[in-house]
């Protein structure tokens, strides 16, 4: 499996997308649809379906868009899934003061879940704090963090569904994996998950 970032750091969230075997998922749309779709052109891809990491508003701001275009589904934690459809659980009140909602997911996501890729698979790591519902993608030598960890910090734990008692315990779950693995998180640069964990401490 390879990753590749869509016009990375352009819109403060990270969308990526995940290749193997020319398969395609999307995780995270914020880039535009044409900047998506070219990224997997590139590849001579074929998309699949979209991962959400969690149901924060800014990490999905072109999900519709692309169901629309693509017909593929959207892929959410049971915990989050709520959180499409409610402008106020999806923070978007929070910060603009009116509501966004989006159609309801496809298929709902639990921990440990299995998807394939291609042929490769795909292992879904429910990492509640940022909020109720947040999941790690664990794709090989990679992993995708979304809000729970970034390079130099973790997600804020303060919105609808957070919670710092979580969030302290998906990151010692986090630490019984392979600390060399590299992570994609939701916000910023790459990093390696030993050396994340490590700045994630001194928050705690």
Not at 41 to 48: C, S, T, W
Request: overall charge negative; aromatic content about 10%; some cysteine.
């Amino acid at each position: 499996m390879k990753i590749k970032a869509v016009c990375p750091y352009s819109f403060g969230a990270n969308t990526y997308v995940i290749f193997a075997d020319s398969h395609a998922f999307v995780v995270d749309p914020v880039a535009s649809v044409e900047a998506i779709m070219s990224v997997i052109a590139e590849e001579g891809a074929v998309l699949d379906g979209i991962l959400l990491t969690h149901g924060h508003f800014d990490h999905t701001i072109a999900l519709d868009t692309l169901r629309r275009a693509t017909a593929v589904p959207a892929y959410i934690h049971s915990e989050d899934a709520v959180m499409l459809t409610d402008g106020k659980k999806n923070a978007f009140y929070e910060f603009y003061g009116k509501e966004s909602r989006y159609a309801p997911a496809e298929e709902l996501l639990e921990d440990g879940q299995i998807l394939t890729l291609g042929g490769e698979e795909i292992r879904v790591l429910h990492t509640p704090g940022h909020t109720g519902g947040s999941v790690c993608f664990l794709c090989g030598d990679f992993i995708v963090t979304g809000d729970t960890l970034f390079a130099d910090s973790i997600g804020r734990c303060d919105l609808w569904g957070g919670s710092n008692a979580q969030m302290q315990a998906s990151l010692e779950f986090l630490r019984t994996l392979d600390p060399d693995l590299t992570i994609y998180p939701g916000h910023g640069a790459p990093s390696i998950l030993g050396h994340a964990l490590d700045n994630a401490a001194y928050f705690f």
